[in-house]
C-alpha cells in the first residue's frame, strides 16, 4: 500500500506567485520522518528538508517552508515567490523507525513547471 | 568535500546480458542505499547496508539482482540476464546512521536502457 501520496500531479504557476505541495502519510509508527526531496531536469535528486514525528514546528528556511500536522498526517511544503529555477518534480518521503531510518519511501512526485 | 558518485552513468545492454553498477559513498557516511526511479515515479527502495552488512531487500529486488558492499565502502550492484522491464535510473544513496543525522543523499543516478 502506498504510504505517501502526493496527489496533486502537475502544478504550473508564474513567476513570483507561490506553490504549496501537499504530501500526505500512512504509518502506525509513533517515531517517523518526513522529507522534502528536488529533482530538477538534470535527475540528481536534492535534499531540502527534514521534519522528526516529535517536532510540529512549522518553519521558514528562505523561500521554503512547510506545514506539518499529524492529526491529518499531513506534511505540505510552500515555495514562496517562485522562480523558474523552482522547476522541477518535487518528491515527498517518509522513513520510519521500525525500518531503523533505512529505507525512505517516496510519493510519486508533483512536477511544478515555474514560467517566466 | 565529494558528494556520491556513480558510474557509468548510462548504460546501454542487450536483453540476457549483465551489467554491473557502481556507486561511492560520501567518505564518512556508514549507510549506503539502492533505488530504482522509473519514468513518472518516485524512487522505488531496493536495498542498503551499514558498513557491510545488508540490512534490508526489498520484494522488487529478484534473484538477478545482488548488491555487495565489501569493505564498507564503494557498492555494487549487479543485474544478471537482464530484462526490458529492468530499464530504470538507478539511484544510490548514504547517510549516516544517528536518529538526528539520517538525511539521505543521492548521486545522480546510472540510467539502464535494456534493448
Known amino acids: 500500500a502506498q504510504k505517501v501520496t502526493q496527489a496533486q500531479t502537475e502544478i504550473s504557476v508564474v513567476e513570483k506567485e507561490d506553490v504549496t505541495l501537499d504530501c500526505v502519510y500512512e504509518?502506525?509508527?509513533?517515531?517517523?520522518?518526513l522529507f522534502w526531496y528536488k529533482q530538477p531536469p538534470s535527475g540528481e535528486l536534492v535534499f531540502l528538508i527534514r521534519?522528526?514525528?516529535?517536532?510540529?514546528q512549522n518553519e521558514i528556511s528562505g523561500r521554503y517552508s512547510w506545514n506539518f500536522q499529524k492529526s491529518t498526517s499531513s506534511f505540505n511544503f510552500t515555495i514562496t515567490a517562485s522562480q523558474v529555477v523552482d522547476s522541477a518534480v518535487y518528491f515527498c518521503?517518509?522513513?520510519?523507525?521500525?525500518?531503523?531510518?533505512?529505507?525512505?519511501?517516496f510519493g510519486a512526485g508533483t512536477q511544478v513547471v515555474v514560467t517566466p | 568535500d565529494t558528494g556520491v558518485s556513480q558510474d557509468p552513468r548510462h548504460k546501454i545492454t542487450k536483453r540476457g546480458q549483465n551489467v554491473t553498477f557502481r556507486c561511492d559513498p560520501i567518505?564518512?557516511?556508514?549507510?549506503l542505499y539502492w533505488y530504482r526511479q522509473t519514468l513518472g515515479q518516485g524512487p522505488e527502495f531496493l536495498t542498503y547496508?551499514?558498513?557491510?552488512?545488508?540490512?534490508?531487500k526489498s520484494r522488487l529486488l529478484s534473484d538477478r539482482f545482488s548488491a555487495e558492499r565489501p569493505k564498507g565502502s564503494f557498492s555494487t550492484l549487479e543485474i544478471q540476464r537482464t530484462e526490458q522491464g529492468d530499464s530504470a535510473m538507478y539511484l544510490c544513496?548514504?547517510?549516516?546512521?544517528?536518529?538526528?543525522?539520517?538525511?539521505?543523499?543521492f548521486g545522480p543516478g546510472t540510467r539502464l536502457t535494456v534493448l
Open positions: 544513496a548514504s547517510s549516516l546512521s544517528s536518529f538526528s543525522n539520517n538525511e539521505q543523499f
Open positions: 504509518t502506525r509508527d509513533t517515531t517517523y520522518y
Open positions: 521534519r522528526n514525528s516529535f517536532d510540529e
Open positions: 518521503a517518509l522513513s520510519e523507525a521500525r525500518d531503523s531510518w533505512g529505507k525512505l519511501q
Open positions: 567518505s564518512e557516511h556508514n549507510r
Open positions: 547496508f551499514q558498513n557491510e552488512a545488508q540490512l534490508e
